[in-house]
Nanobody, 114 residues
Framework: QVQLVESGGGLVQPGGSLRLSCAASGFIFSLFPMGWYRQAPGKQRELVATITSGSSTNYADSAKGRFTISRDSAKKTVYLQMNNLKPEDTAVYYC????????WGKGTLVTVSS
């Protein structure tokens, strides 16, 4: 079965950086688009970034210029590099496989606070 394991979250000060990782297994990783989503307190889960099997990327407006999504087929891992973090980036970040509403990891918490 599809398994996605996120890591890399934690507490960071405003302006800081984090790199999230999502290790994928249980499917042919190279054939599927992947995505990062987040859910902040009191808000619905929202798209942060997507990446196709050919490594074309798409970003939410809030992420453009600050976040970079990438993938490594050999490692079957998708990354989210987050720079210049803001308090409003505080959320649980989830990895998604195939842009499917059912293929989620457990999430990793990112807290941006001074």
């Amino acid at each position: 079965q599809v398994q996605l394991v996120e890591s890399g979250g934690g507490l960071v000060q405003p302006g800081g950086s984090l790199r999230l990782s999502c290790a994928a297994s249980g499917f042919i990783f190279s054939l599927f688009p992947m995505g990062w989503y987040r859910q902040a307190p009191g808000k619905q889960r929202e798209l942060v970034a997507t990446i196709t099997s050919g490594s074309s990327t798409n970003y939410a407006d809030s992420a453009k210029g600050r976040f970079t999504i990438s993938r490594d087929s050999a490692k079957k891992t998708v990354y989210l590099q987050m720079n210049n973090l803001k308090p409003e980036d505080t959320a649980v970040y989830y990895c998604n496989a195939g842009l499917s509403p059912t293929n989620w990891g457990k999430g990793t918490l990112v807290t941006v606070s001074s």
